[in-house]
């Protein structure tokens, strides 16, 4: 038997009437799921997956007209050749949309018991080649052929081991260039340090130029009038933005004919492990909070397995 839904009150959300002959149309439930209290990261990202599933479902129907095999089928329709991470997060979210609409009874509560049976996660498989050998790096990090801002943001996301929008989101105030560390808000929101090496070190004064406030990482050209940015996100000195993130992503993909900014990353964190560096250090490092977590990016490099195996030649006289 599915589970019953506890009966919630009415308030502002369950007082909506109804849109359509099947009770709250697809579009209002959408805008009333994503009112509630989350992260607006987390509503943009829900916003753009639930809109694709909508336009998959049969035009003008209600909730109360779909079935959890209508949904299944939309979810599909918009998501099956996406990455499974991708498909799993679409999943998530229509998911947590049809929880929502059961709990006020804009649809039968057997809608998302039997949807959840329906739509199964699929598998993420890890490519453990991910990382980048420190030569390719190096090459990158000093071909004059890139832009300075693109070698800093690089060596930086390297030597860090951050999450890109960690190091994007940075301001001059956020950095001390005596102590070779960043202030930055790390996923989840908590306020956290960045530590950096000598490559950085030796760019970043470059880059910045004598500016002493701003973003770090500036667009090329200043925004047009009818998109100007939020004023935090804005250099007043130079006119010029905050580079975002798809920007950086598209340049660094175009560089390196097909990686990906977190690759840096992915490599960092790799290089350490085929190092030695304990568990615990990893973790401090890439600013995991379980292990499990930073084990999908620590994978011991091919060089290191193959230099493993050398020693295992007892034959091997070169």
């Known amino acids: 038997m599915p589970p019953t839904t506890p009966h919630r009150p009415l308030g502002p959300v369950g007082d909506l009437e109804p849109d359509s ?26 916003a753009i ?36 991470a991708t498909f799993n997060l679409a999943t998530g979210a229509l998911r947590g949309l049809l929880n929502h609409a059961a709990d006020w009874e ?32 190096e090459r990158l990090c000093t071909n004059p052929r890139h832009g300075l801002r693109e070698r800093t943001l690089w060596r930086m ?29 790390r996923k ?29 990482f500036l667009s090329s050209r200043p925004p047009r009038t009818t998109a100007l940015p939020a004023v935090i996100d804005l250099d007043t000195a130079t006119g010029h933005a905050r580079l975002s993130y798809r920007q950086a992503a598209a340049l660094f993909t175009d560089a390196t004919n097909g990686a990906t900014l977190h690759q840096l990353r992915h490599s960092a964190l790799t290089h350490l492990a085929n190092t030695g560096t304990s568990g615990p250090l990893l973790m401090a490092k890439s600013r995991h909070a379980a292990l499990t977590s930073l084990q999908q990016y620590v994978h011991p490099s091919q060089t290191a397995i193959a230099q493993l195996t050398t020693g295992l030649d007892h034959n091997d006289r070169t």
Request: aromatic residues 8%; proline residues 6%; charged residues 20%.
């Open 188 to 216: 989840g929101g908590d306020r956290d340090t960045l530590h950096y090496a000598t490559g950085t070190a030796r760019l970043l004064p470059r880059l910045l130029a004598g500016r002493t406030g701003g973003p770090v």
């Open 49 to 84: 997956l639930l809109g694709r599933i909508g336009a998959q479902l049969p035009e003008g129907a209600g909730l109360g007209d779909l079935s959890a095999y209508d949904y299944q089928a939309a979810l599909v329709g918009a998501y099956d050749n996406a990455a499974p």
């Open 106 to 137: 804009w649809c039968p509560d057997t809608v998302p018991y039997r949807f959840a049976r329906l739509a199964r996660p699929r598998k993420i498989t890890h490519d453990h080649n991910r990382a980048l050998t420190r030569e390719v790096i």
């Open 21 to 46: 002959g099947g009770g709250i149309s697809w579009a209002t439930a959408v805008a009333a799921f994503l009112c509630r209290p989350t992260a607006p990261t987390t509503k943009r990202t829900y």
């Open 157 to 185: 996301l390297y030597e860090t081991a951050a999450r890109a929008n960690e190091v994007l989101r940075l301001d001059v105030g956020d950095l001390d260039l005596s102590n070779r560390t960043a202030h930055t808000i």
